[in-house]
């Protein structure tokens, strides 16, 4: 029954708050840089976020898979390292800044105070002592360190790259900030432009990269497929094309191909438009010159050159080729073919590319087939608008003439190398990672370009090369480029008058060691040996599949280099990999097209909507991913506000397996919150009538404590391996098998509402401590600090079956018998029963059937 002094509802307003402050008090989630060694170690991480300035519904579900995992691995004994930063540089800060006119730093520190406040309030087991920000000079001081250590092991070039150049803001682009041939901030056409750029070396690992994928087996196989692909290593043949008259001391052009089979189909030879033979045909035709510049203008991503229109121009000039005596083919500059991959240029096959078959279609060329479909005719096969890309037989091959596929490659390769005209090669599509950006708000590269002596690393002791403070973000392009005085320096070798590098780093670079750094935040050198090398690598990452590329895979390379030079015992960062689902939420538009939030809109009980300012009707979309573009976001503070922290928590679980998409919807919080206070209730009505703590409960309750158990090891295994909806429906059933049991065993009861508060710690632990202090009051530990409950194997063994009882094949009945009942036992109940007898009656029984602990079938 409810003491006089409890209230009615549990007031998770006052209890949330409580529990935090108590937690941070007792230190419950801190542990040092380097334990000593007596638990298991857990390193537990979620990809950081960037500081937006709020936290949103994708946060709170990768928040909270991860401190399920962390506050049970705390429980089951490990030591557990959990922290949180901030991946803190960027152009959003330094766009706030123009837009604004307010510093980067003060725009990006304020967001991180207001997103750490919601953080907290989500009552997460982070050790907060090890937070971090990339914009930190203390962060970022460390990184120019180990980019100095990179350099020292000839792991950083600096060399000449095409880039997309806006002229109206003087930036260098990514290809995604590319909009139809236009800068996505100025509006302004594109160029693309040569700039000497800073690079780190990943190629030389491809082979590694590719090869160590295989022993990630805690990643998910579609992440490992995405990245092998990117890594993309393919056997074929660097192909010599001699030109038919030399061109500005161009003798030949190189070319990488998969297919050095299908040579005698060639119709056309293709370079990129940044192509020393493109510059060449440009100096001599003004039409050149001009489709190199429309090429210029387009977006140079591979998704936006898939998705263009394939051009070319024919530049005049011809290439011998190497098998075919006196044969020679144009050379035509594509929009398609791309001068940092392979070799800027390519060999047009068109019967068997597709992509080349629509550019010869386009213009006219020639379409040869040298591949026939086996059991095809020679005579009549013909390659209409559709290539045909399959393995076969080779035919209008000469000496490859009869072959199949792979023997023809080999055999194409040889004669290459025999002629002297080309040779077997792998070639990997991965290209060295560009880590020069343009912009203010990102790590300075720690470089100084001095006439005498070239480029000269920072010496280590001026580090931090911090920014300044005082820029100006009036004027288009990098300010760091225009501040008056930062970037003129002495030449720390010759002492005469130098500059300082004014590029930044990619923010990839920032994110793809943090988690090293996490293990000693407050180190005076980037990395601790005995820190990193007892925590890394991280046994447990999550984060969302956009990541399953770049930043995964520049983690994997950062941490390959650390391991190669010694600073890290692991060569991979992140032992297992869980890819979460995105949060959805319905849309909501009026008939002018604007998009409503959830909160502004009424729905009907018949399912319809309207606006509730206007009554105006609303056309309901589907669940889709939440954005701010369609309003269909929901505030996680304002959910906190109403609800409670663990409600949010709750409803985040219970739905989809974690790595599926969830639908937010308010009745599945409204119903989560229910359950919140249920719970409360279950326990709060129940505490006077309980026997003292430590009461041993007697052979009455046998049947309730085996529930408990069962229950204790159910969620045990749910909350280990990611199966939280399955943990969740588990204390749903476990609490109505408690609701059910009011007259049982008082000590059972007590064990089973224990244990009920201890199981739903990792996903309601703010609840978890409210039930737990009424029922351990004056307790001297948290739920926080204690071991998880172990089930009792003796409890866990079934002491009865359920067999199903069959007439000719049709279920009559069920029966429940003693576990290891002999056949004649089962068989004999089986016959007892009402409709059994009934279905059998005045029929002879042929035959009895008996599967053991399953299916008694009587023939009659």
């Given at each position: ?368 087939p040298v591949v026939l479909p086996k059991g095809g005719d020679a005579a009549t096969f013909t390659v209409g608008d559709i290539a045909f890309t399959e393995d076969g037989v080779m ?355 007590r064990e089973g509402l224990e244990a009920l508060a201890r199981l739903i710690a990792p996903a309601m632990p703010h609840l978890a401590e409210e039930l737990w202090s009424m029922l351990r009051p004056g307790g001297e530990r948290l739920v926080a600090e204690l071991d998880w409950p172990e089930a009792d194997p003796a409890l866990l063994v079934a ?62």
């Open positions: 029954m409810t003491d006089a002094a409890t209230p009615a509802r549990y007031d998770f307003a006052a209890a949330e708050p409580r529990w935090q402050a108590e937690w941070e008090a007792r230190g419950c989630f801190a542990v040092p840089d380097v334990p000593d060694g007596t638990k298991p170690k857990a390193y537990v991480l979620e990809m950081f976020p960037y500081p937006s300035g709020k936290i949103h519904m994708g946060h709170v579900r990768n928040y909270t898979l991860g401190d399920v995992i962390a506050r049970h691995k705390r429980a089951t004994g490990h030591a557990v390292l959990h922290p949180m930063g901030w991946d803190a540089f960027g152009l959003p800060a330094e766009n706030a800044a123009r837009d604004r006119g307010v510093h980067p730093a003060k725009w990006t520190y304020a967001n991180i105070g207001a997103m750490r406040a919601e953080l907290k309030r989500m009552g997460l087991s982070l050790d907060w002592s090890r937070e971090l920000a990339t914009c930190d000079p203390e962060y970022y001081g460390q990184q120019q360190a180990l980019f100095m250590d990179f350099w020292k092991a000839g792991l950083v070039e600096r060399k000449e790259s095409w880039v997309n150049w806006d002229p109206v803001d003087g930036t260098v682009l990514a290809n995604e900030q590319v909009i139809d041939g236009r800068g996505w901030r100025s509006g302004a056409m594109v160029e693309k432009k040569s700039l000497s750029q800073w690079f780190l070396s990943i190629t030389r690992f491809a082979p590694e990269l590719l090869e160590a994928l295989d022993g990630l087996e805690r990643w998910p196989e579609r992440v490992r497929t995405m990245q092998a692909n990117w890594i993309g290593r393919s056997e074929g043949a660097r192909v010599r094309f001699a030109l038919e008259q030399p061109v500005d001391g161009i003798p030949e052009v190189e070319v990488f191909t998969t297919r050095p089979d299908t040579l005698f189909g060639m119709s056309f030879l293709a370079v990129a438009a940044e192509h020393p033979l493109a510059a060449a045909a440009a100096a001599r035709d003004p039409g050149a010159a001009g489709f190199i510049a429309e090429c210029r203008s387009a977006g140079t991503s591979e998704a936006a050159i898939e998705q263009a229109e394939k051009r070319g121009f024919d530049t005049g000039f011809r290439v011998r080729h190497p098998f075919i005596e006196g044969a020679t083919f144009p050379v035509w500059i594509a929009n398609f073919v791309l001068m940092e991959y392979g070799t800027g240029s390519l060999f047009g096959c068109p019967a068997h590319d597709q992509r080349d078959l629509d550019f010869a279609r386009k213009y006219g060329l020639d379409v040869t035919i209008n091959s000469g000496f490859l003439d009869g072959r199949d596929t792979a023997s023809a490659k080999r055999a194409a390769i040889d004669a290459l190398e025999e002629k002297g005209a080309g040779r077997g090669v792998v070639n990997w599509r991965l290209r060295d990672w560009g880590v020069s950006r343009q912009r203010y708000w990102g790590c300075p590269i720690p470089a100084i370009h001095c006439e005498a002596c070239g480029v000269v690393p920072v010496p280590v002791e001026q580090l931090p090369v911090r920014l300044p403070e005082d820029v100006d973000f009036s004027k288009p392009g990098n300010p760091l480029d225009h501040h008056p005085t930062w970037k003129h320096v002495d030449c720390p070798r010759c002492g005469a008058k130098a500059r300082r590098e004014t590029d930044t780093f990619d923010t990839f670079v920032d994110s793809s060691w943090y988690f090293a750094r996490f293990t000693a935040p407050r180190a005076s050198t980037p990395l601790v040996a005995e820190a990193v090398n007892h925590w890394m690598p991280v046994d447990q990452y999550i984060g969302g599949i956009e990541h399953a590329i770049l930043h995964l895979l520049y983690s994997r390379f950062f941490t390959r280099a650390l391991h190669g030079m010694g600073k890290v015992a692991t060569p991979e960062p992140f032992a297992g990999l869980f890819t979460q689902g995105m949060v959805t939420h319905a849309s909501y538009r009026t008939a002018d097209g604007r998009w409503l939030y959830p909160e502004e809109v009424e729905i009907a009980p018949d399912g319809t909507a309207t606006a509730k300012a206007t009554g105006e009707a609303v056309t309901i979309g589907r669940g889709e991913k939440m954005s701010k573009s369609k309003n269909n976001t929901v505030d996680p503070g304002a959910i906190i506000d109403r609800f409670g922290a663990d409600t949010a928590r709750w409803f985040i679980l219970s739905d989809n397996p974690p790595d599926r998409d969830m639908e937010w919807s308010e009745g599945g919080v409204t119903g989560a919150h229910r359950f919140v206070q249920r719970l409360w209730r279950l326990v709060s009505n129940a505490v006077a009538d309980l026997p003292a703590p430590g009461t041993g409960p007697g052979e009455a309750g046998r049947a309730l404590r085996q529930a408990t158990h069962r229950t204790i090891a159910a969620v045990s295994e749910a909350w280990q391996s990611f199966a939280f909806n399955v943990g969740v429906a588990r204390i749903h059933e476990f609490a109505n098998t408690l609701e059910a049991a009011k007259d049982a065993d008082g000590a059972a009861r002491e009865s079956m359920t067999i199903a009882v069959q007439v000719l094949g049709k279920l009559r009945a069920t029966i429940q018998v003693p576990v290891g009942a002999d056949e004649a036992a089962v068989v004999a109940a089986a016959e007892a029963e009402e409709n059994v007898r009934r279905a059998i009656a005045g029929k002879p029984v042929r035959k009895r059937i008996y599967v053991p602990g399953r299916i008694v079938n009587f023939v009659v």
